[in-house]
């Protein structure tokens, strides 16, 4: 969270967001999202703040059937966070939450190997106990599952040969898990 007035605003126009949304109105959380990037876009220290409002922004888009210009804030958002002075522990969990996103966002698009991919990056950096939660966080072993059912849903109306791999491939991410 932000300490400065300025950066307090920008994540009222957040929750304002959020608040929009879970009432239904797309169009102006969107706007909210917006006024809170116009705040936070100039401001290296509020580059968690902006990130968390392109993601918010990001997934109102996909909730729309806007599926590239989700993709392309979140992209917007991992390229900032891939800067050679970006780093740290919060920005190492932000990228991973982003790809995370762009998982989902892939899989209602219906690119499941895209999802897979993304799926993939976000539990690598999750499961980095340096820079991530470490194999045994709960946000870990959510996303260990989320890839198994993506690897599910690459294996269904698959002939058994080529789906059994795949199954295989989910059974033992889950059962890894289980071990944790």
């Known amino acids: 969270r932000s300490k400065s007035a ?18 239904g109105n797309t169009n102006d959380a969107l706007q909210h999202f917006e006024s809170a990037l116009k705040i936070f876009s100039n401001d290296p220290e509020e580059l968690a703040s ?22 392309s804030t979140l992209e917007e958002a991992v390229e900032k966070l891939s800067q050679p002075n970006v780093e740290g522990k919060t920005f190492h969990l932000l990228k991973a939450d982003l790809w995370s996103s762009m998982s989902r966002v892939h899989q209602q698009r219906g690119d499941i190997a895209a999802a897979k991919n993304f799926s993939k990056l976000a539990l690598q950096n999750y499961k980095d106990s340096a820079l991530g939660y470490g194999e045994n966080h709960p ?13 599910l849903r690459e294996a269904e109306g698959l002939p058994k040969d080529k789906s059994k791999p795949i199954i295989d491939a989910a059974k033992f991410e889950m059962e890894g898990a289980l071990q944790k």
């Open 6 to 23: 300025k950066g307090f605003k920008g994540n009222a126009y957040i929750t304002l967001g959020n608040i929009a949304l879970s009432e």
């Open 50 to 71: 902006g990130t968390q409002a392109k993601k918010s922004m990001a997934m109102t888009y996909s909730s729309l059937g806007l599926y590239d210009d989700a993709i």
């Open 139 to 151: 946000i870990t072993l959510r996303n260990t599952s989320n890839l198994a059912v993506i690897l």
